[in-house]
């Protein structure tokens, strides 16, 4: 049975045209020249939370890109090297997390309360 909650999701990522936050990377990512932003939004006490906007801010705090959580609470940016902002938004509440990335695969989570 699918939850009212990965019904949102599933629509709110078909509707932002976003690639399926939860799916692997694609195998022609070469991670020796890409940076690659992932991770998990939870709610306060631990649960992942589905359908919420994660916001990509450069430095200076300008928007760059926008996707949608997966299901489980999951999210992708492809970015360059260097400090980027994290903002998520959500029915449980706003989050914010900075991410100096470098080359590879750059893991973290962010929490909403």
């Known amino acids: ?3 009212p909650t990965q019904t949102a999701a599933s629509t ?3 509707g932002c045209a976003a690639p399926d ?3 692997p ?5 070469d991670l020796e020249k890409e940076t690659v ?4 939004v939870q709610a306060a006490g631990g649960d992942p939370v589905a359908g919420a906007y994660v916001r990509l801010l450069d430095r200076s705090g300008e928007f760059t890109a926008e996707v949608v959580t997966s299901p489980a609470g999951q999210f992708r940016f492809f970015a360059a ?3 980027w902002q994290l ?3 959500s029915r449980f509440g706003n989050g914010d997390a900075t991410v100096t990335a ?6 973290l989570s962010l929490t909403v309360a």
């Open 1 to 3: 049975m699918t939850t």
């Open 12 to 14: 709110a990522a078909a």
């Open 21 to 23: 936050q939860a799916a």
């Open 25 to 29: 990377l694609p195998l022609s990512v």
């Open 37 to 40: 932003i992932t991770g998990v």
């Open 81 to 83: 090297p260097g400090t």
């Open 87 to 89: 903002r998520a938004l």
């Open 102 to 107: 470098e080359r590879g695969v750059n893991q």
